[in-house]
């Protein structure tokens, strides 16, 4: 999908295996940035690079020219078929330092955040050649990439800011109501959220898993993220209150009280939405 002449859109659809066994399909997107030099933001899961790279071909450039792959964090659905295209291409490959170990070591990653099917997601590790930090530039010729550290999702998580086409491309650091909440710390993820809507001029929100947003709607895409968090964080404190101290409550018991209130599907009852849940108990937001 042609978002600007610079930038293309890809939506990879995927599927993962809940607790259960049960299948469910997923997507997420990556972008191609067509500066003099080219970029591809987050490579999707494994074996994506049929896609990716075929999207390449047809828009009349060859796999050679890709010269980074910038993984926005470390979670399997972005950095799936990260080592192949390096292999392929090439190209070097960035992240931010807080990421690097969990890229360069999938089964590291497997073992501290198991995720269903973990394996056939992520086709292996890959070496990170640039760490990046807040504020670092990623020169394009012609296009520049601001990154802006949005931890929250990860602690690692970056989005990144391209003025020149007044694109904000999000990754997964503004969640969507009423789908799976996935985060390590609820008020690093406001604020996160809180910063990007400081950007001035944001023409296109560009997510990893939700629709490409224009003007205006960019900004109400992150308001309703952040009352989202809101509603969790409250609806976590009501489950809480009686089941003891942070230490004596079970996580599962919580997260089934919190879907449950919610009205969200059941195979939201999950150990990493009850591990999103759980940093509630341990920071306080205002409104």
Same mark, same amino acid.
Request: proline content about 6%.
């Given at each position: ?32 940035? =067509? ?147 996935? =985060? ?34 960019? =900004? ?7 009352? =989202? ?59």
């Amino acid at each position: 999908m042609k978002i600007t002449d610079h930038i293309h859109a890809l939506k990879i659809p995927f599927q993962i295996t809940d607790p259960s066994g049960q299948k469910l399909p997923r997507f997420v997107y990556c972008y191609l940035i =067509y500066g003099k030099k080219i970029a591809l933001i987050d490579s999707a899961v494994a074996s994506s690079e049929n896609l990716i790279l075929g999207y390449l071909n047809e828009t009349g450039h060859g796999t050679e020219e890709i010269s980074t792959v910038i993984l926005t964090h470390s979670h399997p659905d972005h950095i799936g078929a990260a080592r192949r295209i390096k292999s392929l291409s090439g190209c070097q490959v960035a992240a931010h330092s807080l990421e690097k170990a969990w890229i360069e070591d999938v089964e590291l990653q497997g073992k501290e955040r198991p995720v269903p099917g973990f394996k056939s997601l992520v086709e292996g590790s890959v070496h990170v050649d640039h760490t990046l930090l807040d504020g670092d530039l990623v020169d394009l010729g012609g296009l520049t990439l601001q990154v802006i550290h949005t931890p929250g999702h990860s602690p690692g998580s970056v989005s990144l800011w391209c003025a020149e086409e007044r694109a904000l491309f999000s990754a997964d650091a503004i969640p969507i109501p009423g789908d799976m909440p996935i =985060y390590q710390d609820i008020l690093a993820s406001v604020q996160s959220i809180q910063r990007l809507k400081r950007i001035e001029g944001i023409g296109y929100l560009l997510s990893a898993w939700d629709e490409p947003r224009a003007g205006e709607e960019a =900004y109400r895409v992150m308001d309703r993220g952040l009352e =989202y968090l809101q509603q969790i964080h409250k609806a976590v404190l009501r489950a809480a209150n009686g089941m003891g101290s942070p230490a004596e409550i079970d996580p599962m018991e919580l997260c089934r009280q919190v879907v449950a209130e919610m009205g969200l599907p059941l195979h939201m009852t999950n150990p990493l939405v009850a591990r999103s849940f759980m940093s509630s108990l341990a920071t306080r937001l205002t409104s």
